[in-house]
């Protein structure tokens, strides 16, 4: 039996939305197991400076930074061919960006259904698109989409979040059918709650839409969910993340794999 390698050497990596939080550990991780890593996101300038920096120097890979709007297709298409000029290939995109926002459907502004649609979910179709023709000609290819336990099941108050990561579970199926025959996979992981930047805000904003306290939203709305009472932590994400990367996960594809505790399994 061969052991389980995660030597990713010589491997280029996009992953969206990883300035910080899930993203930037989920980059991390990849330049760890020796892949080149072109970042993308929001942020200050100088602390996306710093993190790639430290990336770089910090696993002895190459890390770049590409700033492209994930609300525009054609800086998309470019974040995708800035690894074809820098690296000359792209092994592995992971489409992580995303953006939140809870309030009652009726309440619900329609620019930020639209802004939470194109980010979390059209995004991700255009990184995808762009980066098949480059995968196809490698014959090996591996997408990676971060959805959510919301992409299997609702909660009220997130009805853009749910209706995008929902999305996302069905592009994911779709694609992984479209390149199965090309060394292509296309799988999405889908975690329960983890303690970013991006949850922080949730807390806030359930708290104001739920009229009750921010420790009640996170004892009584969020770990509720989940059975084992915890957030995620990001190793367990990069842990799957690299297991699908890596030749090991050559088999699985059009799958989203929950990582919640337990939470879709009632």
């Known amino acids: ?13 996009i992953i969206t939305g990883s300035t910080s939080g899930i993203g930037a550990a989920l980059a991390d991780g990849l330049a760890a197991c020796g892949a080149n890593i072109i970042l993308n996101g929001l942020g200050n300038a100088a602390e996306i400076e710093t993190l790639r ?14 700033p492209a709007n994930m609300l525009k297709p054609d800086e998309i298409a470019d974040l995708v061919g800035f690894a074809s000029v820098e ?33 979390n979910l059209t995004s991700a179709f255009h990184a995808i698109r762009a980066a098949i023709p480059v995968m196809k000609a490698q014959d090996r290819g591996r997408i990676i989409n971060i959805a959510s336990a919301h992409g299997l099941v609702a909660s009220p108050f997130k009805s853009a979040y749910v209706a995008a990561k929902h999305g996302m579970v069905g592009l994911t199926k779709t694609v992984a ?11 999405a992981i889908c975690p329960g709650y983890v303690r970013t930047p991006l949850v922080d805000d949730q807390i806030a904003d359930t708290a104001r839409a739920r009229g009750i306290s921010e420790e009640e939203v996170i004892r009584d709305v969020m770990l509720s969910a989940q059975p084992t009472k915890k957030f995620v932590e990001y190793d367990e994400l990069v842990g799957l993340m690299l297991y ?10 059009g799958a989203a794999f929950p990582v919640e505790g337990g939470w879709t399994a009632a």
């Open 177 to 187: 059918l479209e390149v199965a025959e090309c060394g292509i996979t296309a799988n």
């Open 87 to 119: 690296f000359g290939r792209l092994d592995i995109l992971v489409n992580n960006a995303g953006i939140q926002h809870v309030a009652k459907i009726e309440d619900f502004p329609a620019d930020k259904w639209d802004a939470i649609i194109a980010i």
């Open 53 to 66: 920096a430290r990336i770089a120097s910090t696993h002895g890979v190459e890390a770049r930074y590409h």
């Open 1 to 13: 039996m061969n052991t389980i390698q995660t030597d990713l050497s010589g491997q280029t990596a």
């Open 244 to 253: 699908l990367a890596s030749g090991a996960g050559a088999s699985c594809n």
